[in-house]
């Protein structure tokens, strides 16, 4: 390990320009992340890094430490090019097709990242599945290399840990608890956090609950399927969670399914599932992510995309 991390001081040292991003509509981890390397590597080594993201950031990030800094990667000046990448919580190359560019320009890449994926795209990678956030390894690193933290990186990890394990609904080992401990011990205020969390526009909620209102039960109310439709696609903020998990919270509800027409014959499908892994259906329509919460995006009509999820359950 610490070679790794000598190999990671001496690139951020030996770097003109820095890049830092992750997956296209960055989550609570992915966006929290990002922002907070970029101040670790100013704080540790007098660097200013540039933080890039594809899509959007949902609202209820709007408050995170250094928010403001995150660059939509079109606002960028014209062939933009950085000497080095350094890329978080990306979960498979596809996800990093708005980088194209930078990671091919780049003299390096490194990596953090916590999701299993086989083909890494960095040449210094710190990959941990075991991890439930990306911001866990960047933590371990920091510890490892006794780099200073502030309350912007100390904050940014946690929310990261807090938006990644759905408010710690989702640990899976002690070690998220041991490092939250560490976090609070440095300052981090869970209640405030999270508080800061809850930043949601009215039309969101309200869409989401319609959704929530109008879904649909089947399989003796094991699957439950929710759907938003395109003309309420764009009050959607984020991936929809309160919908998943207002749905998750009925007795004898095993699986939930969100169908969003994002537009015309795209469909973004996220699922969840109480203990029965479902990755599997995710990845058999190109899509991944973890065992119990997955997705995918299907060209497909929203009537079309439906019966086939139902069909993928059948025997579930
Ligand atoms: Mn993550």
């Known amino acids: 390990m610490m070679k790794k991390i000598d190999v990671f001081i001496d690139k951020i040292k030996s770097a003109k320009s820095i890049a830092i991003f992750g997956h296209k509509n960055p989550d609570g981890d992915c966006l929290c992340s990002a922002l907070a390397l970029m101040k670790i590597i100013e704080l540790n080594f007098g660097k200013s890094s540039t933080v890039i993201y594809d899509g959007n950031i949902p609202l209820f990030l709007e408050e995170v430490p250094l928010r403001k800094s995150a660059v939509f990667h079109r606002h960028l000046p014209e062939n933009s090019k ?101 976090l609070v011990k440095a300052g981090a205020d869970i209640n405030a956090l999270t508080n800061l ?20 039960f089947l399989m003796k109310n094991k699957l439950v399927i929710a759907t938003i439709k395109k003309e309420d696609y764009k009050k ?63 060209t497909d009509s929203l009537e079309n995309v439906h019966d086939k999820i139902v069909e993928a359950f059948k025997g579930m």
């Open 82 to 182: 950085f000497d080095l990448c350094i890329i978080v919580d990306y979960g498979t190359r596809k996800h990093l097709a708005f980088s194209e560019n930078f990671v091919k320009d780049a003299d390096y890449i490194i990596e953090f990242d916590h999701h299993y994926n086989e083909d890494l795209v960095g040449n210094l990678c710190f990959d941990d599945v075991t991890k439930a956030a990306t911001s866990q390894i960047i933590y371990d690193v920091v510890r490892k290399a006794k780099l200073k933290t502030d309350k912007d990186i100390i904050d940014l990890l946690t929310i990261a840990l807090i938006t990644d394990t759905g408010n710690f609904k989702f640990v899976r080992n002690s070690k998220v608890f041991e490092d939250a401990a560490e």
């Open 236 to 298: 959607l903020d984020g991936r929809g969670e309160l919908v998943l998990s207002i749905l998750g919270k009925i007795h004898g509800v095993e699986y939930v399914v969100l169908l969003k027409e994002q537009k015309e014959n795209q469909i973004g499908v996220s699922l969840r599932s109480k203990k029965t892994p479902i990755n599997h259906i995710a990845e058999s329509f190109g899509g991944g992510g973890h065992l119990c919460a997955a997705g995918a995006v299907i």
């Open 197 to 216: 969390l809850d930043n949601s526009d009215k039309k969101t909620v309200i869409v989401e609950s319609e959704a929530v209102a109008n879904s649909e």
